[in-house]
């Protein structure tokens, strides 16, 4: 027990003493960290009202971070190697959860899980995003899913002689539509993709893995081959993606070096840039249209009329015709939770059907559960449910090992070399071979068909 709770405790048996009744039960605290967010603050704070309604005496503390994705995993990590200073209860992006677990950072779920009546509410995809890609243990409970998609600017597209209705069927058609903007429409950045270290994970997702997953063979034949369990050097799949990335770079297509190295650029590009009508494209997630709507971080009356969604196309059209990528957050417990038993209540109030649908519409990501998706209020809301959810069929997730955070760091690096480093694919494309194999060990990596 921690020392407030200790403390807590002391007073009640005091008071309880001092009156001749008889000891009361002892009370917990339990400790939350997550990273801070209107959205996930509004979430935290009803499930923590609801909670301590329903366990009079137990307490929840709220511990919320602010601070950047990257800089939030590095202040939880450091949280979790003490006893002292572990929460309970942690705000988990799902493609942490494997390296956490392998850590000893996360407590394994499936056997309450399977005792909690409303697990089956929940989409077995959107669940992947809470197992270790190793012991496949469901290690954290999905919150929110999400999809990629070409956000596009109908006006825009449409003076540059694109067509307001546009839906690429191969990546040259991506680029020819921003020849089309950059030629026609001086001062409007043709496209946005996440291509730097400065972009973080969003570069690694966003940027490289929605093409690399459109390749022949995806991920599989590019990354890692969960057949073998091995990572893959020398793929022709990711060498076309840094030339794709290559090019448009080269071509002035993407935004500014200043913008591709400002961490917060993210935040300027869909509160700023995109409303101003500045930007014709950009690669992003089916969350964006959130920060627009009323009461969100960046209100735009007009969006849902300015703006179009593509789907991202395969590289040639080939297979499904089209791809995109997935992730999301979820709540997980710490091993080093006392009473696991009142952590789990608190984590399945935080993820029952009225958190659950709040997440969805306030975080603008896909329901994860089957009764939020058929919500009518969730389709109300959230204009944009009806495509990013048809693109869940299509849909990939990173392979999420132990050592995934460092190979992501060399996707960026290599993405950011062949772009405003100026390096070429080759020499970009075999440092990152070389790096993974140090990195994962020769035994553990294999050459692409």
């Not at 309970?88 to 056997?111: K, V």
């Not at 494309?429 to 790096?435: I, L």
Request: hydrophobic content about 40%; charged content about 20%; aromatic content about 10%.
């Amino acid at each position: 027990m921690n020392f407030r709770a200790h403390l807590k405790l002391s007073t009640l048996l005091a008071a309880g003493f001092a009156c001749g009744l008889p000891a009361l039960a002892q009370a917990e605290e339990l400790s939350v960290v997550y990273r801070e967010s209107p959205y996930v603050s509004a979430v935290m704070e009803a499930a923590k009202a609801e909670f301590e309604a329903e366990h009079p005496g137990d307490t929840i503390e709220l511990n919320a971070i602010s601070s950047s994705a990257r800089d939030y995993y590095t202040k939880v990590s450091l949280m979790n190697q003490s006893a002292s200073t572990a929460p309970d209860i942690i705000y988990e992006d799902g493609f942490q959860i494997t390296a956490d677990a392998a850590a000893g950072y996360l407590e394994p779920l499936d056997e309450r899980l399977s005792g909690w009546d409303e697990w089956d509410q929940f989409s077995q995809i959107a669940v992947q995003n809470g197992k270790s890609f190793v012991d496949g243990k469901v290690y954290g409970i999905p919150l929110g899913t999400d999809t990629q998609a070409i956000w596009y600017n109908k006006d825009l597209l449409e003076k540059a002689g694109v067509g307001a209705d546009w839906q690429p069927k191969t990546w040259q058609d991506i680029l020819d539509a921003a020849a089309k903007v950059k030629e026609n429409l001086p001062g409007v950045d043709p496209i946005n993709i996440y291509v730097t270290k400065a972009g973080n994970e969003a570069s690694t997702m966003r940027g490289l893995m929605n093409l690399i997953s459109g390749t022949p063979g995806g991920l599989s034949a590019t990354l890692f081959d969960p057949e073998t369990q091995k990572w893959i050097v020398g793929s022709k799949g990711f060498r076309d993606a840094l030339a794709f990335l290559k090019t448009a770079y080269d071509n002035g297509y993407l935004v500014s070096d200043t913008d591709l190295q400002d961490s917060s650029f993210q935040n300027v590009l869909v509160e700023q840039r995109v409303p101003e009508g500045k930007v014709a494209m950009f690669i992003d997630g089916n969350w964006i249209w959130a920060r627009w709507i009323e009461g969100g971080t960046a209100p735009w009356a007009a969006w849902n009329e300015t703006l179009g969604m593509a789907k991202i196309p395969t590289q040639n059209g080939q297979g499904n015709g089209f791809t995109s990528m997935s992730g999301g957050w979820t709540i997980a417990m710490s091993p080093k939770a006392e009473d696991k038993d009142l952590a789990f209540d608190f984590m399945t109030t935080v993820a029952n059907f009225e958190n659950s649908l709040t997440y969805a519409i306030r975080a603008g990501s896909i329901g994860v559960r089957k009764d939020v998706i058929a919500d009518e209020t969730y389709l109300e809301t959230n204009p944009t449910a009806g495509f990013f959810s048809s693109l869940v069929e299509v849909t990939n997730f990173r392979p999420a090992l132990e050592i995934y955070p460092q190979v992501s760091s060399l996707i960026q690096e290599t993405m950011e070399a062949v772009t405003v480093g100026g390096d070429s694919v080759e020499d970009a494309a075999g440092r990152f071979d070389r790096q993974l194999t140090r990195l994962a060990g020769s035994s553990n990596v294999e050459k692409a068909n």
